[in-house]
């Protein structure tokens, strides 16, 4: 079973920055990845996505184009998610998650701005 392992994050000062990444372990072709948060009392919400093959297409979230970049590393079946200029509302624990209804959510890794 395909597994994503994510690892990354942590407390940071607001202006700071954190690279999250996710590996999908196993045998895969996925074919989308991503990532999503959900801060305390608020519902789980899209962050950004990349294809891993097809000219690599991003979607990002308004409330952070120009500050986090996903890539990926379609070799490695990895995703990466590069958070600048973070802000105390981006805090949140941050899922990784495959465009594949057999892959299971990663466990979530927790990003914490302070102000």
């Known amino acids: 079973q395909v597994q994503l392992v994510e690892s990354g994050g942590g407390l940071v000062q607001t202006g700071g920055s954190l690279r999250l990444s996710c590996t999908a372990s196993?045998?895969?072709?996925?074919?989308?990845m991503g990532w999503y948060r959900q801060a305390p009392g608020k519902q789980r919400e899209l962050v950004a996505t990349?294809?891993?093959?097809?000219?690599?297409?991003?979607n990002v979230a308004s409330s952070v184009k120009g500050r986090f970049t996903i890539s990926s590393d379609t070799v490695n079946d990895t995703v990466y998610l590069q958070m600048n200029s973070l802000k105390p509302e981006d805090t949140a624990v941050y899922y990784c998650?495959?465009?594949?209804?057999?892959?299971?959510w990663g466990q979530g890794t927790q990003v914490t701005v302070s102000s």
């Open positions: 998650h495959a465009d594949d209804y057999r892959v299971p």
């Open positions: 196993g045998s895969s072709v996925i074919a989308a």
């Open positions: 990349i294809l891993m093959r097809a000219g690599g297409t991003t």
